[in-house]
C-alpha cells in the first residue's frame, strides 16, 4: 500500500526531475560511441554533469579511454552545458529543489533548518552512543515519508561499515510512524563495506544506481565514514595517503549530492585531541578525518549524552546555521523530542 503511494509520489517527482541531469547517452548525438560511454558508467560517471565534474586524469584512468577521447567527450560535454556562471537568480532557482529530510524530533529539525538537506553532506559525530547509528536508522524511515511542503519521499541507500544496522530497528520506527514495515524495508538499499577501498568501489554503485532510478532515492547514509578508514591506515606514515583518500570519497560524495539531488549523512567518531590539555580547550574530543573531513562537511552536528535516553546535538559547523543547540531523546520508535 504505502510502497503505492510512494511509486505514485516518485513518478510525479520524476518529471520534475528530468530535467535535474542529463544522460551521458546523449554524448551518442556528438559523436561519442556506445563502448566509451559504456566505459564511463562502469565508473560511475553517468550523466553529463558527472563528466563535467571529473577531471582529465580521472577519465584517462579509465580501462580504454584514451587522452584523445577525453579530449572529445570534454568538447561534447562543453556544447551540451554552459561550463560557468549561473546569475544569482538562476542559482536560486535551482536551489528551490532542495529539501530536508525529519531527523524524527521537531526540535532537532528545527537546529537543523529542517532536517538533512540535499545536495549538502551532513556529518553528525560524537562519542559511541550517543545516537548516530539511531539517528541513521530514524533516518531511513523519514527519507520515505512525503511532507506538506512538497518533499515526495524516496529511496534509501545505506552503507554500513561497523556492522550495526538492524533492519528489525526500521519496522519499530516504521510502526511508530504508521507505515507498512515491509514496504519501509523494500526501499532501504543496504550495503556493508569491509574496507576503505570497498567503500570508496560501493560509491560507484550508488552513483549508477541513482542514474538508474531517476529521482527515486533521496538519501545516502555511510555509518560511519571513518572507521575503516582508521584500520587500513595506522600510524603516521600512513596519514597522508589516508587523507588523500579520504579527500576523493568526499568530492565523490559532494558530487552525487549536487548531482542526483540527494542528502547525504554520515556519522563519524571522535578522538581525545592532544594538544587539548594544553589550550583548557572545555571539550578535548575531536571528531576525527582533520581539516579534509571538517571543509566536505556541509553541516557538521555534535552530539554527547544526556540523562537516560536524552541526548543533545549542538551545531558545530554550518555554512548558515547559527551555533545553538538542543535535546532529543532516543526512543523504541527512533530519534524524537525530549519530553520536557
Ligand atoms: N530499541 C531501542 N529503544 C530505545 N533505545 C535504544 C534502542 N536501541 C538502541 N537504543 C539506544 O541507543 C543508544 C545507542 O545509540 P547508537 O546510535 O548505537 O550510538 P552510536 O552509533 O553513537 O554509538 C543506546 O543508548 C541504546 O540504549
Ligand atoms: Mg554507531
Do not use: W
Amino acid at each position: 500500500m504505502m510502497d503505492q503511494v510512494l511509486d505514485e509520489e516518485v513518478d510525479l517527482h520524476n518529471s520534475e526531475e528530468e530535467s535535474f541531469f542529463q544522460d551521458i547517452d546523449m554524448l551518442q548525438k556528438h559523436g561519442i560511441n556506445v563502448a566509451d560511454i559504456k566505459k564511463l558508467k562502469t565508473v560511475g560517471i553517468c550523466t553529463i554533469r558527472g563528466i563535467q565534474m571529473s577531471t582529465r586524469k580521472t577519465l584517462c584512468n579509465i580501462k580504454g579511454i584514451s587522452e584523445a577521447k577525453v579530449d572529445k567527450i570534454k568538447e561534447a560535454v562543453s556544447k551540451i552545458i554552459e561550463p560557468g556562471f549561473l546569475t544569482a537568480l538562476e542559482y536560486g532557482e535551482k536551489r528551490k529543489n532542495v529539501f530536508h529530510i525529519s531527523t524524527g524530533s521537531q526540535e532537532l529539525d528545527k537546529l537543523l533548518g529542517g532536517g538533512v538537506e540535499s545536495m549538502a553532506i551532513t556529518e553528525a559525530f560524537g562519542e559511541f552512543r550517543t545516537g548516530k547509528t539511531q539517528m541513521a536508522h530514524t533516518f531511513c524511515v523519514t527519507a520515505q515519508l512525503a511532507t506538506p511542503k512538497g518533499y515526495a519521499g524516496g529511496k534509501v541507500i545505506l552503507i554500513d561499515t561497523e556492522n550495526t544496522f538492524r533492519p528489525e530497528r526500521l519496522r519499530d520506527i516504521a510502526e511508530r510512524f504508521n507505515v507498512d514495515p515491509d514496504a519501509v524495508l523494500d526501499n532501504v538499499l543496504y550495503a556493508r563495506a569491509y574496507t576503505s577501498e570497498h567503500q570508496m568501489e560501493l560509491l560507484d554503485y550508488v552513483a549508477g544506481k541513482f542514474h538508474e532510478e531517476g529521482g527515486q532515492f533521496k538519501l545516502l547514509i555511510i555509518d560511519s565514514i571513518m572507521a575503516l578508514f582508521r584500520v587500513d591506515f595506522t600510524g603516521r606514515g600512513e596519514l597522508a595517503d589516508r587523507q588523500q583518500k579520504l579527500a576523493q570519497m568526499l568530492s565523490r560524495l559532494q558530487k552525487i549530492s549536487e548531482e542526483y539531488n540527494v542528502a547525504i549523512f554520515i556519522t563519524n567518531q571522535m578522538t581525545a585531541d592532544p594538544g587539548a590539555a594544553m589550550s583548557f580547550q572545555a571539550d578535548p574530543k575531536k571528531p576525527i578525518g582533520g581539516h579534509i573531513l571538517a571543509h566536505a562537511s556541509t553541516t557538521r552536528i555534535s552530539l554527547r549524552k544526556g540523562r537516560g535516553e536524552i541526548r543533545i546535538a549542538k551545531i558545530y559547523d554550518s555554512p548558515d546555521l547559527p551555533e545553538n543547540e538542543t535535546s532529543f531523546a532516543i526512543t523504541g520508535g527512533g530519534v524524537a523530542d525530549a519530553k520536557e
